[in-house]
């Protein structure tokens, strides 16, 4: 009985690709793409005053998934357990905002597709202006999130060690409230976020800092050695780009002005161009 119990489980561990040296990806064949996201993170994913999950990259995602003819299924994950959600299986990518900078060989990315920088916001009457003036104060940042690498990052190991303390919060209402009760003086965050957070918010209550703590780029994460899902998902988002699609989207979420799509080809671009001057002056 032991020895047929074992046989069914290493069969059923055998379908499910765990051995042999066999990796299953879901996606492409099942013409389901499962989504996880921080549904508290918009403008890049959130629930409306309907109660439906949207956002910049979940509205991107289901343009992909309706070209494609498959199924999008939006998955909200705490953001600390992506990683676990994603190698098991629940999900197919992170798509909310996922930061490649620092987790380069974490991941099978997508090309970037957004440039972000991670921020302070204070309140108007901090008498807070510069990174400077956090010396001796309290600041918070979201649990796991390309804010809290970006401060525990030796570029900015002098910064962080100069806080009273740095805590961390499960989300960004949160970290609000704490700066309403005078818990935390300062919350990091990405500028998109901290955008969006002030729009929703009483206007000249906050300010972002001019100085950035990080500059880094959005991509689409997937499950590493998954390029086959990784391409065929990029290759739709890369027609809705040439579309026009992705410029309307990013103009609703106004985040129009942290696109880097079609970059190197406009690079590119010009680079013909001034070697064709450089040749018709010569």
């Known amino acids: 009985?032991?020895?047929?119990?074992?046989?069914?489980v290493l069969a059923a561990a055998m379908t499910a690709?765990?051995?042999?040296?066999?990796?299953?990806?879901?996606?492409?064949?099942?013409k389901t793409l499962v989504v996880g996201?921080?549904?508290?993170?918009?403008?890049?994913?959130?629930?409306?005053d309907e109660g439906e999950y949207v956002g910049f990259d979940l509205d991107v995602a289901q343009l992909v998934c309706d070209n494609l003819g498959w199924e999008l299924v939006k998955t909200p994950i705490n953001w600390d357990s992506k990683d676990m959600e994603l190698n098991?299986?629940?999900?197919?990518?992170?798509?909310?905002?996922f930061t490649i900078n620092g987790r380069e060989d974490d991941y099978t990315w997508s090309d970037p597709y957004l440039n972000n920088e991670q921020v302070m916001v204070v309140a108007a009457d901090s008498g807070i202006e510069t990174l400077a003036?956090?010396?001796?104060?309290?600041?918070?940042?979201?649990?796991?999130?390309?804010?809290?690498?970006a401060l525990n990052s030796d570029d900015n190991k002098d910064l962080t060690a100069s806080f009273a303390s740095l805590t961390e919060n499960p989300d960004y209402n949160t970290a609000f409230m704490n700066i309403d009760s005078g818990a935390a003086d300062a919350v990091a965050v990405d500028i998109g976020v901290a955008?969006?957070?002030?729009?929703?918010?009483?206007?000249g209550k906050y300010v972002i800092l001019d100085e950035p703590i990080q500059s880094e780029q959005y991509g689409i994460g997937f499950k590493k050695g998954n390029e086959e899902l990784?391409?065929?998902?990029w290759a739709e988002v890369m027609k809705l780009y040439?579309?026009?699609?992705?410029?309307?989207?990013?103009?609703?979420?106004?985040?129009?002005?942290?696109?880097?799509?079609?970059?190197e080809a406009d690079d590119a671009a010009a680079e013909e161009t001034a070697e064709d001057a450089a040749e018709e002056a010569e």
């Open 133 to 149: 003036d956090l010396a001796g104060k309290n600041v918070v940042v979201q649990a796991a999130s390309a804010a809290l690498d």
């Open 88 to 97: 098991s299986g629940n999900i197919d990518c992170i798509w909310n905002g």
């Open 37 to 48: 996201f921080d549904a508290e993170y918009p403008p890049f994913g959130y629930m409306n």
């Open 195 to 203: 955008k969006y957070q002030l729009a929703q918010r009483e206007e």
């Open 1 to 8: 009985m032991k020895k047929k119990a074992l046989a069914v």
């Open 230 to 233: 990784r391409d065929t998902v």
């Open 242 to 263: 040439e579309a026009g699609e992705i410029d309307k989207l990013a103009e609703q979420y106004e985040v129009a002005d942290m696109l880097c799509l079609g970059e």
């Open 17 to 30: 690709g765990m051995i042999s040296g066999v990796t299953a990806y879901a996606g492409v064949e099942d």
